[in-house]
């Protein structure tokens, strides 16, 4: 079992800069692929980022590429969001998720992930 806490949202302005966190309980941090989704208003939850067990390999939606940076500290149990020029469309509550894929193709789907964290809204101003 994984228990995943998200913190740092906020409310911020366009162009400006947030940093997510995930920390996870267990001693098993190290085993999971990390990801992180988000959820617009009235809009269905989609994947953003996700980073290997081992921090080595990193993936990006085209939405997010060249602004956001997945990273993780697997000594502190953390996966991090770094979001840079933010704009008003990245608004949406954010989760984390942790889920144990071997192959790439499954990184973006939800079902690949077993456990997930509580949330934490992002809103940008225009």
């Known amino acids: 079992q994984v228990q995943l806490v998200d913190s740092g949202g906020g409310l911020v302005q366009a162009g400006d800069s947030l940093r997510l966190s995930c920390t996870a309980s267990g001693r098993t941090f190290t085993r999971y692929t990390m990801g992180w989704f988000r959820q617009a208003p009235g809009k269905e939850r989609e994947w953003v980022a996700a980073?290997?067990?081992?921090?080595?390999?990193?993936y990006y939606a085209d939405s997010v590429k060249g602004r956001f940076t997945i990273s993780r500290d697997n000594a502190k149990n953390t996966v991090y969001l770094q979001m840079n020029s933010l704009k008003p469309e990245d608004t949406a509550v954010y989760y984390c998720?942790?889920?144990?894929?071997?192959?790439?193709?499954?990184?973006?789907?939800?079902?690949?992930?077993?456990?997930w964290g509580q949330g934490t809204q992002v809103t940008v101003s225009s």
């Open positions: 998720a942790a889920g144990k894929i071997y192959t790439s193709d499954r990184l973006m789907g939800e079902p690949a992930y077993g456990f």
């Open positions: 980073i290997t067990e081992n921090g080595g390999t990193t």
